[in-house]
């Protein structure tokens, strides 16, 4: 199941932080959680601020992307509950380092409603919906569209 079909109907999402903002990512698209370790981090010359360098997991160099810098959701500090968030994009395996996780939800498509449109200030197309849960709202992200072809490509030749 896709993201996109995933928010359009019933969908397990990995909610996770970043600030003081909740996000949410197909659960399918989620490979492993790992606790972030900076000094495990091999920094790549010239490579965006957004790409903190590359990792070696078991045998496969995987590009690690700080997602508070991705977004524009100012300096990232890094604490005992930052993780990276392993994750399968487009069959390249991506590490995304967030403040901390919260848990597994499951929502029905009741639960997800359209992203805001907000005309041409804000470009929200990486945006599958927000996400209400009892009191909580999460911020539905299609991770395939936030990792554009551009930072696939950067990240392909990182890892080559």
Request: hydrophobic share 50%.
């Amino acid at each position: 199941m896709s993201e996109l079909a995933a928010a359009q109907g019933d969908g397990e999402f990995l909610a996770f932080a970043l600030g003081g903002e909740e996000y949410g990512v197909a659960i399918l698209k989620t490979q492993e959680i790992r606790g972030y370790d900076a000094a495990a981090v091999t920094r790549i010359a010239n490579a965006p601020d957004y790409i903190k360098g590359v990792i070696n997991l078991r045998g496969s160099i995987v590009p690690i992307v700080d997602m508070r810098i991705r977004l524009n959701l100012g300096s990232a500090t890094y604490d005992q509950f930052t993780v990276v968030i392993i994750l399968n994009i487009r069959g390249r395996v991506v590490g995304m380092v967030v403040d901390r996780v919260s848990d597994v939800i499951a929502l029905s498509h009741e639960q997800i409603k359209p992203a805001p449109s907000m005309g041409t200030a804000l470009n929200v197309n990486h945006l599958l919906g927000i996400g209400t849960l009892d009191d909580r709202m999460v911020v539905l992200l299609d991770i395939d569209a936030l990792m554009s072809a551009t930072d696939i490509g950067l990240i392909e030749k990182m890892a080559a």
